[in-house]
């Protein structure tokens, strides 16, 4: 059987931040398709993306793409002839037989070397607070523990639990389970809730890692769109109805990437609407935490009805503390405890015992987070006005991302140019299944004021370079491509991520 070809979006994303070495492009391109080849992905026998949809993709000139190919040719690793394409050589490694492999620049970068790119794109905490290392420091163990807690340690479980009972949302320690992140506790949702050729609802855009794991498990999205104030409720009813999902995932305070705000009577209908239909609501509660104005935070959607949250400590705290949880009905709970239990017989306990420490004195924690993102909000603000006026930017009210739209021109191409200038960014494309927000950037503001000024100078050095041979895009929905939706249904033979060299958290 001869081998698929890979999709070009995936094809993109495996070739990770290929350009930010140092030396001619033609030759740093093919040095990363030699890594592949010879790692097996592609597969021998592969068809290669055509030189002028690669250089489109990519943002090069057509030569050096053909330079780069022709490289590989000579030494044996491609075969190029008239009329059939570029192929992986039949002598090259073949791979043993392996599990599907994900192509979400989301982990793929994770695994790259450092170098002297700013990531725009990795939206997590550089500088963890002094408590964390004060928790660690003083972390005690009591005697006669296993060690094993495939549901969460029972002070954490209970914590969290008291957490959700001050926001007005009674909930006991069997109804939370606690994970190694939020990302798994999306996971083992997905594993449990989503078979293949399932539906599943998704706000368009929104978070890409859990879009990566829908298209694992191949659902078939159904993308409701996004706009200034959340999820168009009203479509994400008409959805529910007509499809009836596996589950609805959605990021109702300070939606990744846009920082919209679900208002509180919209979020009531949701969940009314899905606990009528029966559709397993999972709510996002990852951001919720990041207002940059202090008040009463908005009702949680688990106030109105039967909903699943997801939380985390890793955009508060740090991302390197992999502690989030599923806050659910008692029964569905124990299910995921003992998926759990099958994978990893219970998440790190010295983290666990430091995030029940940390959560004990929270509200400070929190507070002068929110004062380092507000801060860090304004400056990136002001250095887009400064250096790129053009971009429309507007101000949220907290989360840790800018929704930037782009005048003209491509995101995806856009983002290959600025990594070349040092900076990794995350198209808006990546994260929307509808395929639009193709003029669309998401960038995120964690970054000390200065990093923040030195991308941005790169970025603008970058857009002068790109700007003039940039053709204006159609208007669409959003900045909608003029070229077709990187994002197939799931599921179908072209179902890959829209990807680049970056990653998003």
């Known amino acids: 059987m001869e081998p698929i070809a890979t999709p070009l979006d995936e094809f993109v994303a495996r070739l990770g931040r290929w350009s930010a070495g140092r030396g001619p492009l033609y030759l740093l391109l093919a040095a990363r398709l030699r890594q592949l080849i010879d790692?097996?992905?592609?597969?021998?026998?592969?068809?290669?993306?055509?030189d002028r949809r690669l250089a489109g993709a990519l943002a090069v000139g057509r030569t050096t793409v053909v330079a780069a190919y022709d490289v590989l040719r000579q030494e044996g690793r491609l075969v190029r002839r008239q009329g059939s394409g570029t192929r992986v050589a039949s002598a090259a490694l073949v791979p043993g037989p392996r599990?599907?492999?994900?192509?979400?620049?989301?982990?793929?970068?994770?695994?790259?070397?450092?170098?002297d790119v700013i990531l725009m794109s990795c939206a997590a905490p550089v500088d963890p607070p002094t408590e964390l290392t004060e928790a660690y420091r003083t972390l005690t163990f009591p005697?006669?523990?296993?060690?094993?807690?495939?549901?969460?340690?029972?002070?954490?479980?209970e914590a969290v639990a008291e957490r959700y009972g001050a926001r007005g949302v009674p909930t006991g320690p069997e109804q939370v389970l606690v994970t190694t992140g939020a990302q798994q506790a999306l996971s083992l949702l997905t594993r449990l809730l989503v078979a293949p050729g399932d539906g599943v609802l998704v706000e368009a855009p929104t978070y890409p890692g859990a879009l990566d794991l829908f298209r694992e498990a191949a659902a078939v999205p159904h993308p409701v769109e996004v706009g200034p104030a959340g999820v168009d409720v009203a479509g994400a009813v008409a959805v529910m109805e007509r499809h009836r999902p596996a589950l609805?995932?959605?990021?109702?305070?300070?939606?990744?990437?846009?920082?919209?705000v679900l208002p509180p009577l919209a979020g009531r209908r949701l969940v009314e609407a899905a606990n009528r239909l029966g559709v397993p609501l999972v709510d996002d509660e990852v951001p919720v935490d990041l207002a940059f104005e202090a008040g009463a935070p908005s009702p949680s959607l688990?106030?109105?009805?039967?909903?699943?949250?997801?939380?985390?400590?890793?955009?508060?705290?740090?991302g390197g503390l992999r502690i989030g949880w599923v806050r659910g009905p008692a029964p569905l709970i124990a299910r995921l405890a003992r998926l759990?239990?099958?994978?990893?017989?219970g998440t790190d306990v010295p983290a666990q015992w430091v995030a029940t420490r940390l959560l004990a004195g929270f509200a400070p924690i929190v507070a002068a987070r929110a004062r380092t993102l507000r801060a860090r909000h304004d400056h990136l603000r002001a250095e887009l006005a400064r250096r790129l006026p053009s971009w429309s930017c507007p101000p949220a009210g907290g989360g840790q991302t800018l929704w930037v739209r782009l005048p003209h021109g491509d995101g995806v191409a856009f983002a290959q140019v600025a990594l070349r200038h040092g900076v990794a960014l995350l198209p808006g494309a990546t994260m929307d299944a509808l395929g639009g927000s193709a003029r669309c950037l998401r960038l995120h503001h964690m970054l000390p004021p200065e990093v923040l000024?030195?991308?941005?100078?790169?970025?603008?050095?970058?857009?002068?370079?790109?700007?003039?041979?940039?053709?204006?895009?159609?208007?669409?929905?959003?900045?909608?491509?003029?070229?077709?939706?990187?994002?197939?249904?799931?599921?179908s033979p072209a179902g890959s991520p829209a990807a680049l060299n970056a990653i998003a958290v």
């Open 248 to 260: 609805a995932y959605v990021i109702p305070r300070f939606q990744n990437p846009t920082g919209a």
């Open 143 to 157: 005697a006669g523990d296993l060690g094993y807690h495939p549901a969460g340690l029972p002070a954490l479980r």
């Open 39 to 50: 790692e097996g992905v592609p597969a021998p026998g592969a068809l290669l993306p055509p």
């Open 340 to 345: 759990k239990a099958l994978h990893d017989l």
């Open 99 to 115: 599990v599907r492999e994900t192509s979400n620049p989301l982990f793929l970068h994770l695994l790259e070397t450092p170098d």
């Open 453 to 491: 000024s030195e991308a941005v100078d790169r970025l603008a050095r970058a857009w002068d370079e790109y700007a003039p041979q940039a053709a204006p895009s159609s208007p669409g929905r959003a900045g909608s491509p003029a070229f077709p939706p990187p994002f197939p249904p799931v599921g």
């Open 302 to 318: 688990s106030s109105y009805g039967d909903v699943v949250a997801v939380g985390s400590l890793s955009k508060v705290v740090w």
